[in-house]
């Protein structure tokens, strides 16, 4: 059982267009991270969330942690090529962080 | 550069013939990591050491063990790879357990044949 659902599991858009995916639980966390990793790579820390409700800005990237830690959200502006990855979310709970599937985004030119 | 760097980035092996993969850090943090990343899966935690105390998940087969001589280094030896182990293997960093970043490695890829 995942801990962390994301959705959608694949998604393809043109450059230029936006795009937003999920990361659900039923269970809170202390923190919230977003990783991206390409492929042959590990991945790459993103962002991290630690306050219900918090928004922070990647400059294209918007993270949103909910009201009561156990979702969040990564919404992308004006995708590139460059954003092609697969996004991870990750969970802080009791010492240890649980992993999402990821959803792999794949940004046409 | 601070970093976290995997050797080798791919590996091949035997069904059977134990192996070994690195992982060292320059970032001097206290907690190293070993996942195993199979296609399209989330990251999977096998163990973890905090400083020299070694944390092993219940689910992680006895086959895979870890060694952390320094502060700096960390292994993975799988003692008898089976088919099934074939898969990403990724090391990360933290300053302490489940929280902050995690610094990552490039991975190694594991292929049993």
């Known amino acids: 059982t995942q801990l962390l659902e994301q959705s959608p599991q694949f998604l393809s858009i043109q450059e230029g267009e936006n795009l937003t995916v999920y990361c659900n639980s039923s269970?809170?966390?202390?923190?919230l991270q977003w990783y991206r990793q390409e492929p042959g790579e590990g991945p790459v820390l993103l962002v991290t969330?630690?306050?219900?409700?918090e928004v922070k800005k990647l400059k294209r990237l918007t993270f949103q942690f909910g009201d009561a830690r156990k979702d969040s959200s990564l919404h992308i502006t004006a995708a590139q090529p460059g954003d092609t990855g697969l996004y991870l979310c990750?969970?802080?709970?009791?010492?240890?962080?649980?992993f999402g599937a990821g959803t792999q985004v794949v940004v046409t030119p | 550069d601070a970093m976290v760097i995997q050797n080798p980035r791919y590996q091949v092996t035997q069904f059977g013939k134990p192996v070994t993969l690195s992982c060292s850090q320059t970032?001097?943090?206290?907690?190293m990591y070993w996942y195993q990343q199979k296609s399209s899966q989330a990251p999977k935690l096998l163990f973890h050491?905090?400083?020299?105390?070694?944390?092993n998940e219940a689910d992680t087969p006895d086959n895979f063990q870890s060694r952390r001589p320094n502060t700096s280094f960390c292994f993975l030896d799988i003692r008898s790879p089976g088919l099934g182990d074939a898969a990403m293997y990724l090391c990360?960093?933290?300053?302490?357990?489940?929280?902050?970043?995690?610094?990552f490695g490039s991975g190694t890829r594991l292929t049993v044949v």
């Open positions: 990360a960093t933290s300053t302490a357990p489940g929280t902050g970043g995690y610094t």
């Open positions: 269970s809170v966390f202390s923190s």
């Open positions: 969330v630690v306050t219900g409700g």
């Open positions: 990750a969970g802080g709970r009791w010492g240890k962080l649980q």
């Open positions: 970032l001097n943090h206290n907690v």
């Open positions: 050491y905090y400083d020299k105390d070694f944390n």
